[in-house]
Every structure is written in C-alpha cells, then in structure tokens.
C-alpha cells in the first residue's frame, strides 16, 4: 500500500551534534546504494553479465580525485554510482517513496566490478534493490530474519538507525553526514508530505538500509569515525591492524569519507614501508603471500597512492624476479591497472615457468613450486607418485590461464625470440674514451668478435632463447673475466663497453611489457579479412 505524502521534518537530536544543529530537508524510505565496491570500474560499454573488469585500464575514484576517473553511462556525480536524472534529482543510489522508481531490479544496468580472488576479503558491490520489488516477491520483508542491535554501535541517545544485514546500528546523523560523505547527500535529500514516524531511520522498525553492504565492514567503518585520537594513534604503530586499515579504506572511499580515506591510506603506507618499525610477520612484504600483495594494491590504486602502489609493486616484482611468489597471481592485476614493470615481468616469469603442452604450473607461492623444482610438466610429476594424496602435495593446484592471456604470452615468446636474435650478433655500441688512440680498428673490432663468440658459449646457452635477461647476464660475467678484452682494449674502453652492456639490459628490463602485447587482437581487421578470404580460396 502507498504511504501518505505529508510534509513535516524532525529536528535532530540535541545529542547528535556537538555543532549548532542545521536544518536539512529530509526525505521518506530513503535506501542508499553505496559507491562502487572498492574494485569496481565504471565502462561505458558495460552491460549486465560483462565480464569482471575487462577492458579497463586503471583503478581509482569516478569522483577525478587521486586514482583517475571513468566515465560513466549517466554522468555520475560521486563514487557511490548515484547519477541525476534529467528532472535534477539523483537516481540509482538515493530513493524515496517521493521519487519515480525503476522498473524492475533485472532490467537495471549493472556497472563493472572488479571482484579479487577470495571474495572474502574483499567487499561486493552495494546493489540496492527498489524496495517495491522486493515486496512484490517477498511481502512486507516477512520471511526475514528479526534484526538484532549492535552490541558497540547501538547509541540510545543517536537519532538514525541503520540496518546492514542483520544488525541494527543506531549512530548520529552529524558523525555520519561529515566530510562530504554519501550520507550527507542522502540527508539533505528534500522530503515532502512525509509524517515523522514514516520517515525512514527514525526507529527500529523503519531503519535505512544498505543492500550489499556487511555488517562486519559497516562496524569498521563506524569504529573509524567514532574513535578518539589515542585509539586512532594504534594504527601509527608496527602491531597495528593492517587488514582492520585496508577495511577502512575501502570502506571510506566507499562512502566518501574523503579526509578518513587520506587518513587511512597514509597510515596504511607508513606501517607496510616499516616506517613505525617492521609490521608483523604476516604483513611483511618480504614474506607475505600474492594474496595479500594483491590485496594492498588493489587498495593503493582504489584510493590513488602513488608511494604505496610503487613500494608495493616493486616488492612484488623482487619476488616473482627470485621464484618466490608465482607470477600468474600478478597477471589480471596488471593487465588492468596497466603498471608496465610489474606487468612486464609478470609475463617474463610465466612465460620462463612454462612447461610442456604450455602447462602454467601451480598456484602455491614459494621457491619449492617453480619450474626448475616441478620439472617440465606436471603429467611427468604425477607418473613418478603413487598416491593421489602424495601427488597433491608435491605438485600443488593446478594454474589457469585466460585466452588473453595465453595469447600475450605467444606473443611475448615470438618477439623475444627475435630479441635475441638481434642482440647476439650486433654488440652494444659505445663511444671512444679519453685516451684510447687505437679505437675504431682495434677496440671496437675486438669488442664485437669476442662479443658473438660468447654469444654462443655453452654458458650462454643454457639459457632458453627467450630468457634474454638470463643469457645478457651470462655474457656480462664472461665478458668481464674474458682474456681477449683485458688484452685487447685498452682499460677505458674495456669499462665502457661493459657499461655499455648495462644500458642494454636496462633498456630490455624497461620494455619487457611490451613484447607481450597481443599481437592478434592487435592486428588490423582488414588483415584478418583480407586473409580469411584468401583462405577460403
């Protein structure tokens, strides 16, 4: 049944402000659609049932703050995906008995959401179904479990409760409608003929709701605004909460709580870099899991830290360099946030940890998984076991690859290849130094002779072709010892040449993302066409 249209407002309440209390409009069962989930990328072409972030290409806030921007089917306003509709008022995140509502839940578009392996540490995104369907199926919410209140978060003297799941939280409308969050563009939302007692939030039993969202996380991010200075100063020391701090961020980023997102991330970024002291064992960088790498970047790119994306980033490209962490946990995350080291080196490592039948290898991070330990495939590996439980723990759980990516790793093998083709018969140039007299007939003829004779050492090659990092160090350590060299260049010369090898290696280092590039989904249509007709003849 539709609830009368009366107009009235209620004062807030003495005690939910230690400011002069400001007059807002407020409007009937009000339901907020929270921002997008801390992973969520907005794209123009997305549609219900996409695929999981395909096609983006960075991370970050819609609002233009620190993170980047996307653009947005509706012109979004704010990250919680509310967008105006032409008669001015917000839709998709705010609504009210007021407002005209959507025609169905299943007929709604449905934004792109980057969701991280193990959704459990990770929030999904706030949907927000109109409240007339859900009676339509249900009725008045009477299959529902009863709510129970908060055992922290359940303030008598607050005026708006809150309903998240199961849980009741009863908080003050100042604490919440702060530093321009989501929650203050929901309260001043304008209510007409609405009498108090419907106005949703004022009680029990008419509470706002938030679809989506956990109760566990909400409580986070109440604990955050809530908190007095010594309680906030734990999270500056080395036994802080790392994984209570990355909840905060998402969450204040979620919601807007711009000043508390700074706030949280900056603390974030100061405990991990071991700024306080080293964090505990289980956050330390130099011994954590892919899992938790992937985590705290995910957060730094969401909330637009540039030092804790690139400290992150380059811990986790030492350790997939070292065999340490796999490196197929690195590829969606790079692909997507288009961070061209870890990217590169990314598929560099996958493509040298490659076995027969392009068999990816296993999941399990640690030195004791890599391919030089689990041999060329794991069939082999599995023959040698007599038991299905022995052959599980010795081969580990089986990796996946997307078609994407296998096809940049294709790719990346074949440009290498003719990398190295190239690199082992043209030696790295280098100009003639102070002092050598004898440099272009003498110098630089040795330097290039002695150059392809290593190139093709038994040292040298022992090394896949496409591992030209590999086969380029191998050279440098021999070049360095080589007689011919020490004899033949003059001692100016020899240490510029073998500078001039460092630039080399630096510069493939530099553009090792590049090769992997997918050449087929790359190539012109015309191509493509013009070879399927000649195909067909």
Partial sequence: MTEPHVSHQIPPSP??????????????????????SPHQIS????????????????????????????PDEAASDDRSGVRRTPDGMKAGGLKGKGTERPSAPET??????????????????????????????????????????????????????????????RVHRYFLGRD????????????????????????????????????ERFRA?????????????????????????LTIAEMTNKYHFASIETWAVDALYNVISGLHGPPQKQYQLGSCSSTWMKRLLEVALLCGHEPLRNYVADK??????????????????????????????????QLLEMGDGFDPGVTEDGEQYARSRLGATATALAAVNASADSMGDRLGTPAVLSHEQKQRLLSGHWSLTRLWEQLRVSAPKFQRPDGCTYHQHGCLQTWATVWKDVGKTETTLRFPPVDVLGRLEAMREQ???HADLSCALTPQ????????????????????????????????????????????L
């Avoid at 929901?186 to 007692?197: A, C």
């Avoid at 908190?227 to 906030?232: G, H, K, T, V």
Wanted: negative net charge.
């Fill in 43 to 70: 794209s123009p072409s997305s549609s219900q049932g996409e695929a999981s972030g395909s096609g983006s290409s960075y991370l970050g806030a819609s609002t233009g703050r620190q993170g980047g921007s996307f």
């Fill in 15 to 36: 005690s939910a402000s230690p400011e002069p209390p400001r007059k807002r409009p407020r409007t009937s069962e009000r339901e907020l659609g929270p921002s997008p």
């Fill in 493 to 536: 010369c020899k240490r510029t040449a073998l500078d001039a090898l460092k630039v080399t290696v630096k510069e493939v280092q530099e553009g090792l993302a590049d090769h992997f590039a997918d050449l087929v989904a790359a190539e012109p249509a015309g191509g493509r066409s013009a070879r399927a007709g000649e195909s067909s």
């Fill in 180 to 215: 321009s969050s989501a929650f203050q563009h929901m309260f001043s939302m304008p209510m007409d003929n609405v009498p108090p007692e419907n106005t949703e939030g004022c009680s029990d039993k008419n509470p706002i709701r938030l679809y989506g969202e956990s109760a």
């Fill in 316 to 349: 986790w490209v030492e350790r997939i360099r070292k065999r340490n962490l796999r490196p197929v946990h690195a590829l969606d995350i790079a692909d997507r946030s288009r961070m061209r080291r870890l990217q590169g080196y990314a598929y560099y490592v």
């Fill in 221 to 245: 991010l109440l604990s955050v605004i809530y908190d007095l200075p010594l309680q906030l100063q734990t999270y500056n020391t080395p036994a802080a909460d790392v994984e209570r701090l």
């Fill in 479 to 481: 070049l360095y010892m």
């Fill in 108 to 169: 709604q578009d449905t934004e792109m959401v980057w969701q991280p392996e193990g959704g459990a540490t990770s929030s999904a995104m706030a949907v927000l179904y109109p409240r007339h369907g859900e009676q339509a199926d249900h009725g008045e919410d009477e299959d529902e479990d009863a709510p129970v209140r908060d055992g922290e978060f359940y303030i008598d003297s607050a005026d708006c409760v809150i309903r998240v799941e199961d849980t009741l939280f």
